[in-house]
Each structure stands twice: as C-alpha cells, then as structure tokens.
C-alpha cells in the first residue's frame, strides 16, 4: 500500500481579477497540487483547471464541472505560484494542467505552456479530449498548444460509443479523432482507462480498447485506473444523486485481468506511479 503526501489548495467558488491587460489569457483554476506523484512524469506541480460539460457517472470531482467559476490567473501568475516548487521536480517533473477538462481553457493554457517551455518547465496536459474538434478556430489553436506540450494524458473513458455516451452524456468520436491526431503527428501520450463494474470492466470491450491502443504510434504508457467511491461525499455535499450507488470498486483479479487485455505491460513506462482513480 503505498501512502501519498501532498499538499492540495482549494481556489473552489473564487473568482479574483488580475492586474494584467483584458488581452492577456486567464485561466480560471479550481485548486492545486504542489506534490503531485502521479499527473504526469517525476513530480510536478498540477493546476486543476475548472469548467467540464461532460457529466462522467464516476466523477470524483463535480465541484469543477461549473464553467467560469474559480480563482482567476494569468500564466505568470501561475508559473510563480509553481516555482518555489521546482526544487522537488528534479530532471522528470514539471507543471501539468488537469481538471475539469482543461481544453475548455485551451487560449490559457497555450499562453501557460509556451511561457513554461521558455523557461525549461517540462509540460503536462490531462484531457480526456472531449472539447476536440477539426473546426476552427479551436483546431488552430490545438495545434498550436501542441508545441508546447511535452505530454499528454488521455482518458478513453470507454471505446463503444453508445457506452461512452450513458457513461458521459457524450460520445467518444471526438476524443478518438483528437488520439488518432496526436498518433499520426509525434504527440507523445500516456493512455488511461477507468475500470468500472456494470460500465466498463467487461472483456468484449477491453480486448477492442486495447486493440484499438495497439494501432496508435507514440503511447508511452498505458494505465488501469481502478473504480474508487470516494467522490461520494461530495456529491451528498452538493445534494446530487451519485450515479453508481452500489457499485463496488473493481476486485485485484480483475485489475490484473484488464492489465492483460489492455496490453500495459508492453508499454516501457507503465509500471511507475499507479493510482486509483
């Protein structure tokens, strides 16, 4: 059983004008992790971004869903808040940007990213891609955060698309459109994949995700996230219905069995940092 320490500071509910120009982007946050162990290569300093339209039955976080809301910064705002930390970031970690769904703020976060690359600052980008789309303007500007993004985290919430609508309120044509890009254009990416009992802890549909990984170019590594309930008291917090009530998290047998039919061992980085999710 491994123990993480971190230190986690709620920005939740505040909204805070900043001394730059209306031009420059902001970026609206909803807390930090200054110790995180696990978003991402080494130790890194994690903003998790507010605003999500996707409304995922096992979030733990629904207190990020509302967009607009939270603690306004500027990306040399955020980049200062990050650096009495860099210390603890050795030649691996740096900065990640999670939520939420962080392209919701992509105009911020290209701002942010570029800024980080300028002064060495290793970049992390944890999205489950939703907000992707070939249409501009967002197209150019996905692009453009590209160039600045070392790596990407991807969530394939669940490879059938009827599936991933119940379990999102939204389908994964997308999502998979936005993997398939990064594949065919060098974009390196970390593939995770919540198992879920009664959603997605199902073989059929493992074997066809981890098919489907195999013919994706630049996958670093690929995880099972096990099923936690600890989200739940935020939701009696908030006076809404969790969604999986009764659903237990997933038994080790079958962790392992999705470690199998997704493949993790054949990717080089997929044994360091495991989490529950």
Not at 52 to 65: I, K, L, S, V, Y
Not at 222 to 237: A, N, Q, R, S, W
Request: negative net charge.
């Amino acid at each position: 059983m491994t123990i993480k320490f971190t230190t986690r500071l709620s920005t939740e509910n505040i909204v805070s004008k900043s001394s730059e120009t209306a031009t420059t982007p902001v970026g609206y946050v909803h807390s930090f992790e200054t110790f995180g162990s696990v978003d991402g290569p080494g130790i890194r300093f994690v903003a998790f971004l507010q605003g999500c339209r996707m409304r995922c039955e096992f979030c733990h976080n629904p207190d990020t869903w509302n967009i607009g809301s939270g603690e306004a910064y500027t990306a040399d705002e955020l980049i200062a808040k990050a650096l009495p930390y860099k210390a603890f970031w050795g030649k691996d970690g740096g900065i990640t940007c999670s939520g939420g769904e962080s392209l919701i703020q992509i105009d911020f976060l290209i701002d942010l990213f570029k800024k980080c690359q300028a002064q060495g600052i290793n970049t992390c980008l944890d999205t489950c891609g939703q907000p992707f789309t070939y249409k501009e303007p967002f197209f150019s500007k996905f692009k453009k955060l590209m160039k600045y993004t070392d790596l990407s985290m991807v969530d394939i919430k669940h490879i059938d698309s009827g599936e991933h609508k119940r379990l999102t309120g939204f389908s994964n044509e997308h999502i998979l459109e936005m993997i398939e890009y990064m594949s065919n254009h060098g974009h390196h990416m970390w593939i995770r994949h919540v198992l879920i009992p009664e959603r997605t802890d199902y073989d059929t549909y493992l074997t066809r995700l981890g098919d489907y990984v195999q013919t994706l170019d630049n996958v670093d590594r690929v995880e099972v996230l096990p099923y936690h309930t600890m989200g739940i008291v935020k939701y009696e917090k908030m006076g809404i219905k969790y969604p999986l009530a009764g659903i237990e998290p997933p038994t080790h047998d079958r962790i392992v069995n999705a470690e199998r039919l997704l493949h993790t061992a054949d990717y080089p980085k997929s044994n360091a940092n495991i989490r529950k999710f």
